[in-house]
């Protein structure tokens, strides 16, 4: 969990830094016994938490420009509080997880997970670990000091990956091959990702905050100087609203109900607090979405329903304690 929380939050992207982290952590867990589903369950509690304190990640800038306060505001109100929630929390829901799983065919086999590498890797020379941790961190140096978005990702990747190959003396023909065959694995993921997109942009014609900013827009006039009310409204509307265009999402929310919030009373902190719960809540849930499928790909579990159970199990305390810090806070 910690291992993923640091990549993520170094390269502000979650598939693509689970996507580093994962064939690395796989063998581990399978040695020690944890199922499949309770794996993707470590890998999504570290990984959304890392997601959720990147200093660059497109949605968490969009949350500190429209409340306009520093990274340490909104690390302190909004996003270090979950991480530490997640932290202290997840390892219970790891292990439930893993209660509910064990000796029910969920376990991995190890032969899968190290099969035709196992063969190579008493001799693959030591430059090849060298070059990828040097790789990964000159990786993580440049896109925190450039604040690449997250198409970086996408060159970084492949790149390690040759970097890595090249350092490990293999020909480029079986550099492409190990990579194909990696990727390959993945492409149901991909296509996944693609199909989602199409339904975001779909969703975001439709204009569902307008829709309901019309309908109960004069009723949230009328609770105006009550600015713990007014924060739980727009932040449960923004939970409902489009899953995955975090940071779209964030400006819009920012745009219809701001001048709403701030005449209610609602301040900065508050506001961090309201955007991030709007923006990021329903990756814990009620419904599955793209982050859940896309670490149950990395982990190589099928079983959304463990992964629901684990965002549920999240999302509920992390309920409770936003809800404390509003009441403090407006």
Not at 24 to 43: C, E, K, Q
Not at 75 to 104: D, K, M
Not at 135 to 150: D, F, M, P, Q, R
Request: a neutral charge; glycine letters at 10%; proline letters at 5%.
């Amino acid at each position: 969990m910690i291992a993923c929380l640091v990549l993520v939050a170094s390269l502000g992207t979650l598939a693509g830094a689970l996507a580093i982290a994962a064939p690395i952590v796989l063998p581990i867990t399978a040695r020690l016994g944890y199922t499949r589903s309770a794996t993707a369950s470590m890998l999504f509690i570290g990984g959304c938490a890392g997601l959720t304190v990147a200093p660059f990640a497109g949605s968490n800038v969009a949350i500190m420009t429209a409340a306009d306060v520093s990274y340490l505001t909104y690390l302190g109100y909004g996003a270090g509080p979950l991480a530490v929630l997640s932290l202290l929390l997840g390892p219970f829901v790891v292990a439930y997880i893993q209660r509910r799983t064990v000796r029910t065919g969920d376990e991995y086999d190890l032969s899968e997970l190290v099969a035709d590498d196992s063969a190579h890797t008493p001799r693959a020379p030591r430059a090849a670990t060298i070059a990828f941790i040097a790789a990964l961190l000159v990786s993580v140096v440049y896109a925190t000091i450039t604040e690449a978005g997250t198409n970086f990702p996408l060159l970084a990747l492949p790149l390690l990956g040759v970097v890595t190959g090249i350092a490990g003396r293999l020909p480029a023909r079986d550099i492409a091959e190990h990579m194909y065959r990696g990727g390959a694995k993945l492409i149901s993921i991909l296509l996944l990702f693609w199909l989602l997109a199409a339904l975001f942009a779909l969703i975001d014609e439709l204009a569902p905050f307008k829709v309901i900013l019309d309908a109960i827009g004069p009723e949230l006039a009328t609770v105006s100087g009550f600015g713990f009310g007014v924060a739980i409204a727009i932040a449960v509307l923004g939970w409902v609203g489009v899953p995955g265009a975090t940071a779209a999402q964030v400006v819009l929310l920012d745009k219809v109900f701001g001048t709403l919030a701030a005449s209610a009373g609602v301040g900065p902190a508050a506001w961090v607090v309201v955007l991030l719960f709007a923006s990021k809540a329903d990756t814990y849930g009620p419904f599955p979405n793209a982050n859940m499928v896309g670490a149950m790909g990395q982990a190589r579990s099928s079983n959304l329903k463990n992964m629901m159970i684990t965002g549920w199990l999240m999302l509920v305390p992390a309920c409770v304690m936003y809800a404390g810090i509003l009441l403090v806070t407006t």
